[in-house]
């Protein structure tokens, strides 16, 4: 084969290369993780036996690994729901939002200054500015919440009386993640933050003894 046919080759590869890559799926940059997280046990953990028999028999779960990410879920404070077992051993949890802003509103309802604590679900929506899955907290007028919530409803941007610091404030011991904003009625209303949520909780396995590694699981979005 002459040096010229060779040549000629090699181009048309490289032409059908760069024609394949532009032409196939995009990927976005901003991958987040939808509240899950991916586990691998540490090898000597007992639940790695479980596993094994999983994907042996290729069964989808068992109450053993269930109860496993239920205990986890008890010792971080959170509510944690078990997806599935990955090729790789790992085990996949998640956090269910509706769960989780259960939990939150009945923490919130305990706290001090709080007068009620509302899950807000689409078809109650009262006023125009409420949202869909939100977590609506109502304060006493006499507490120092109120009048927070008040100064930022009428945009005193001090770094004291942010929408954050009164978060910050309510939410000290919550282990979730939560951003809002206050409404004009001087309400506070709180979304769970699921990417930040799973990033915090992943870091809290990693310093478990017997998990190897945890991280969140991130979701990918192709584009045609």
Request: proline content about 5%; glycine content about 4%; overall charge negative.
């Amino acid at each position: 084969m002459s040096f010229q046919v060779k040549q000629m080759i090699v181009r048309m590869c490289l032409l059908c290369a760069a024609v394949v890559f532009a032409c196939g799926p995009a990927f976005s940059e901003n991958a987040k993780p939808e509240g899950e997280m991916i586990v691998k046990f540490a090898a000597e953990h007992p639940i790695n036996a479980e596993i094994l028999t999983l994907l042996t028999h290729n069964e989808s779960s068992s109450e053993r690994v269930k109860q496993l990410v239920r205990e986890i879920g008890d010792e971080l404070g959170v509510a944690l729901r078990f997806e599935r077992i990955t090729s790789g051993r790992e085990v996949v949890i998640n956090i269910p939002r509706e769960k989780a802003l259960e939990q939150l509103a009945t923490q919130l309802a305990a706290t001090s200054g709080v007068d009620r604590v509302k899950i807000l679900c689409a078809q109650e929506k009262t006023a125009p500015f409420e949202s869909y899955d939100e977590l609506v907290v109502s304060f006493d007028p006499d507490t120092s919440s109120y009048q927070a919530a008040e100064a930022v409803a009428q945009r005193d941007n001090s770094p004291e009386r942010s929408v954050q610091a009164l978060i910050n404030e309510l939410t000290e011991t919550t282990p979730y993640e939560l951003d809002g904003r206050v409404l004009p009625d001087k309400r506070l209303a709180l979304r769970l933050d699921l990417a930040q949520t799973a990033s915090r909780l992943a870091s809290q396995l990693n310093d478990l003894g017997d998990v190897e590694y945890a991280q969140p699981n991130f979701a990918v979005k192709a584009y045609p």
